[in-house]
């Protein structure tokens, strides 16, 4: 499939969108029992997955385990979730046919909007669900480790709202390049400790959170802010993520009587793209995940797990992570924050290497056009996260024949700086 | 001590041997593996060996150190930016043993560094250069199969780690094990603390209850009488970030044995 061309981004982009659409052309459903051993009692979603942590977490993970089973199953947590998602978050979010992107792109494209959820993504529907299963377990203190802040945001937000001390990690280097959300945070009554260790990222938060945990795990609860992690954190995460995938599955049916041919969404640790492959994962729809390739997965500059790692253990699951051949984890690059990571989530890992879910990776370059077409063609300003989902989308849209359904995972209000320092380069 | 069974492991069996011939106060140092050169890592073996350490315990620098607090992950990112690579140190361990050490060397590595090196083959590895144990502090027994397979097959110790919220694991987690258990001693991860945990001397017996392993007990252990109270309830106490804080400050290991146990 490699076209030997001088001009390396186009043959780049041929291939990739080769490989896609002959995923597209043999999609092959889950069957429904497979589903259900996703994952087994120990959270191993075929080889991945798992518990790779230090003993003295092992009884926080079975009570954690425990309580997701007995608390969020009932009818009394149901309920005040479905609350609060409604009547505070503002779901059901709409999906929003995109008239002049899809003549653009050149397909029928429709925009799942959890942009417009309260404080501006999906990490709002997964906050206030954990939040909400610690208050029950009566844990009154939460920890969160956050990147570009929209996690931690999200966490402040659900600790403000139910009445919970919240501390959040931030890798001093995030804690420069996102002043705003750290500000923001601390207004919410978080307290925001800085991690100082390493590349100072959000690797290094999730390791200073688990430590925290560690030493505190009688009285603190972990709010963890994507689907990885060890078990049962990727389940629960993807349990309070699928609501996007749910609600998105029947909109398309009631309002076009049809299910989309493709589902697109970008890839981080992968909580919004789980949340919404989940429901669909038995049905004929290609399913595509959007990892960051940074300035290019031959730069080394990238943050794709899938597409330029390796199966390894990171932060307590084996998966596919970047790492050198010492099993070093290597530092991951995007231009947006919410990717910059150097792993997935397992069930994301499994999905990959079972060729149920297609995953590729889009340029910081690729993500920041689709950004800009994006709000002038819509009036809808995406998170840099969103808009490589959208950059894929443009890539194969005029190839597909079926409606393409992309998550808009969040807005890009919290981009601000990052667009200005990109536009004054660009010269617009 | 309680006597005990061997099982046919050898990296079992100089263990064991080891914490029968030691003195009463045994005590098992932690050092980090290149930290801050393999030559440094070399000669503090020699002088801990020297000491009569019951077993050495070196660390395997990984990039991610879950379980270690600052003072080890400082002394990891010291020994990576000399370029220490899991062969340097296997290499090291050759060294020492054909130098004539004899003490039970056990390293202390991350899984995702045996995972990488490939279970069975860093077991060997071990087993060719003359390593008796491994510790690998965020191997939870749930996902221990293979490694104990390779255990199995090799005979080097897969050493047990408990901690204070282990214990109604304690059947399951200790049984059938080789080489000694590591009672954690404080929540948390490593570092100097001030205080003991209360519970942890009758936790020490319950920990007796499930094994007939020698027991050490570690993290945290920063003074004379931390170990003083300790010693009677366990086989060895186990020191890690006061030596190595101690080393990186330039003391000597003389000096260092000398602050807690003379
Ligand atoms: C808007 C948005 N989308 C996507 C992501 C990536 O995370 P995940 O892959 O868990 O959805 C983030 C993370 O911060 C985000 O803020």
Same mark, same amino acid.
């Given at each position: ?16 969108a ?41 009884a ?6 425990? $309580? ?11 309920? $005040? ?26 397909g ?6 959890e ?81 100082r260790s ?13 430590r ?20 049962p954190y ?15 599955? $029947? ?34 729809v290609g ?23 390796s199966?390894g ?22 231009i ?16 990959a ?72 380069k660009r010269?617009? | ?19 029968? *011939?030691?003195?009463a ?11 801050? *050169? ?17 077993? @050495?315990? @070196? ?9 270690d ?10 020994? &990576? ?77 897969? @050493? ?12 399951? &987690? ?27 001397v ?5 920990v ?38 101690? &080393?990186?400050a ?9 602050? &807690?146990?003379?």
């Open positions: 499939m490699h076209s030997h061309t001088p001009a390396p981004d186009l043959s780049a982009n041929e291939e990739r080769a490989r896609a659409l002959k995923y597209l052309q043999d999609v092959r459903p889950l069957p429904p029992q497979e589903l259900q051993n996703l994952p087994d009692d120990h959270g191993h979603f075929g080889s991945f997955g798992g518990q790779y942590v230090p003993e003295t977490l092992m926080a993970l079975y009570e954690l385990d425990a $309580a997701r089973r007995t608390i969020m199953s009932t009818p009394a947590y149901q309920d $005040a979730l479905r609350a609060l998602l409604t009547d505070y978050v503002g779901r059901p979010t709409p999906v929003t046919y995109a008239a002049r992107l899809s003549e653009a792109y050149g029928e494209i429709y925009l799942k909007r942009d417009l959820n309260h404080t501006g993504a999906h990490k709002i529907n997964n906050a206030l669900g954990q939040a909400l299963l610690a208050q029950k377990m009566g844990k009154r203190k939460l920890i969160a480790e956050t990147g570009a802040g929209q996690h931690g945001v999200a966490s402040a937000t659900a600790a403000a709202l139910l009445g919970l001390s919240c501390t959040v990690f931030m890798g001093e280097e995030d804690m420069k390049r996102q002043e705003l959300n750290v500000f923001r945070m601390r207004l919410l009554g978080a307290e925001v400790v800085p991690v390493g590349t100072r990222t959000l690797k290094e938060a999730v390791n200073e959170a688990i925290t945990w560690v030493q505190n795990v009688e009285d603190t609860f972990y709010l963890l802010g994507s689907a990885v992690g060890p078990h990727p389940l629960i995460v993807r349990d309070l993520q699928r609501v996007i995938g749910d609600e998105a599955r $029947a909109q398309m049916l009631s309002s076009l009587g049809r299910l989309p041919q493709v589902v697109l969404a970008a890839v981080g640790g992968g909580s919004n793209a789980i949340g919404m492959f989940y429901p669909f994962l038995s049905d004929p399913l595509i995940g959007v990892e960051a390739a940074g300035e290019g997965i031959e730069s080394g500059k990238h943050a794709s797990a899938v597409n330029g790692g199966a253990v990171l932060h307590g699951a084996y998966s596919f992570i970047l790492q050198d051949a010492e099993g070093h984890i290597l530092p991951a690059h995007s947006s924050a919410g990717l910059d990571y150097p792993g997935v989530g397992p069930e994301h890992a499994y999905l290497h079972t060729g149920r879910v297609f995953y590729t990776a889009v340029t910081d370059q690729e993500a920041m056009e689709a950004v800009y077409d994006l709000t002038r063609l819509e009036g809808i300003l995406p998170a840099i996260e969103s808009a490589h989902a959208l950059a894929f989308a443009k890539i194969i849209a005029s190839s597909t024949s079926g409606p393409i359904l992309i998550n808009i995972s969040g807005r890009g209000d919290k981009d601000i700086d990052t667009l200005m320092a990109h536009d004054a010269g617009v | 001590m309680n006597e005990l069974e061997t099982t046919g492991h050898r990296g079992h069996e100089a263990i064991i041997q080891s914490f029968r *011939t030691r003195p106060v045994r005590f098992i140092p932690f050092i980090m593996g290149g930290d801050p *050169t393999l030559e440094a890592t070399e000669k503090h073996i020699h002088a801990l060996a020297r000491l009569g350490a019951t077993v @050495i315990e @070196i660390g395997v620098p990984y990039s991610d150190p879950l379980a607090g600052p003072v080890i992950q400082e002394a990891a990112l010291r020994a &990576l930016q000399a370029g220490t690579t899991v062969r340097g140190l296997f290499d090291l361990v050759r060294r020492v043993r054909a130098a004539g050490v004899t003490v039970p060397i056990v390293f202390l590595v991350y899984v995702n560094t045996v995972l990488r090196y490939g279970i069975q083959a860093f077991f060997n590895e071990a087993r060719a250069a003359g390593v008796e144990g491994l510790m690998i502090p965020d191997l939870s027994w749930e996902e221990s199969a293979p490694f104990r397979e390779a255990e199995e097959a090799t005979g080097i110790a897969l @050493i047990p780690l408990v901690t204070l919220t282990s214990r109604h694991r304690l059947p399951y &987690l200790l049984k059938d094990r080789t080489g000694f258990v590591y009672v954690v001693s404080s929540l948390g991860v490593t570092g100097t603390r001030e205080e003991l945990d209360k519970r942890l009758s936790y020490l017996t319950e007796r209850k499930n094994t007939d392993l020698p027991v050490a007990v570690g993290f945290g252990i920063s003074q004379k009488e931390h170990i003083e109270t300790l010693s009677p309830h366990a086989d060895a106490v186990i020191i890690g970030s006061h030596l190595v804080s101690h &080393l990186a330039g003391g000597s290991i003389d000096d260092w044995y000398k602050t &807690l146990f003379a």
